[in-house]
């Protein structure tokens, strides 16, 4: 997995670069220290994964991976910083990026980075639980266009606000089974792979 870092703390930068190369699996192409930077590289390396900080000098992260998926819609964009800032969170879900984790969890970053080069969204459990309250009838979502069910729907809302699936079946009167059936045809209609896709989704379509 090739990979590109862009943050304006040095440090930080050749920090992430030593842990990540001990895994044999990720190569750290470039490393650049602004948004401008984070463009040019990504232009030069087309990396699997751009690990980008938000706040930095010239241009922030954010203007800069909006302005690489216009080009590049496919392009995996996972932020890391120390800012659990609602805007940002919320932007960094409009302009499409695979993740938004903390800093100090230092510890997912690796699997964070695998999971998103095979196109999942990775969300770190601090923004997770802060969804619900930033996207909050925003809208209503548009089910009719995804052919939803009524149940398909309901389910979908509890997927977002987090429910596991045993208390999805204790609110829906189902069988977990019957919700893990639900659950799968609900994805297969969104064309997500997990359930974080899945609230990602929702929460994108209540914008």
Do not use: W
């Not at 463009?39 to 930095?56: F, G, H, Q, S």
């Not at 609602?86 to 409009?94: F, P, S």
Request: with cysteine; net charge negative; glycine share 4%.
């Amino acid at each position: 997995m090739r990979i590109v870092i862009v943050d304006d703390d040095r440090l930080v930068c050749s920090s992430l670069k030593v842990i990540l190369e001990m895994d044999s699996e990720i190569k750290v192409e470039a490393i650049g220290n602004d948004g401008r930077e984070a463009i040019t590289l990504y232009e030069k390396y087309t990396p699997d994964v751009l690990l980008m900080d938000i706040r930095m000098s010239t241009m922030s992260g954010i203007d800069a991976a909006e302005k690489i998926l216009v080009k590049h819609k496919d392009a995996k964009i996972l932020f890391l910083t120390t800012f659990s800032d609602d805007e940002y969170i919320v932007k960094a879900l409009k302009i499409g990026a695979k993740g938004y984790l903390l800093k100090q969890d230092y510890d997912s970053i690796q699997p964070a980075l695998k999971a998103v080069s095979m196109g999942q969204s990775v969300f770190g459990s601090d923004v997770i639980t802060k969804l619900p309250d930033l996207m909050q009838k925003k809208k209503e979502f548009p089910y009719g266009a995804y052919q939803l069910t009524k149940k398909e729907y309901e389910l979908l809302t509890m997927v977002a606000e987090g429910l596991s699936n045993k208390e999805i079946a204790d609110v829906m009167f189902l069988s977990e089974g019957t919700v893990r059936n639900y659950l799968s045809n609900l994805m297969l209609k969104l064309d997500v792979r997990d359930r974080t896709q899945a609230a990602i989704f929702y929460y994108k379509q209540m914008q």
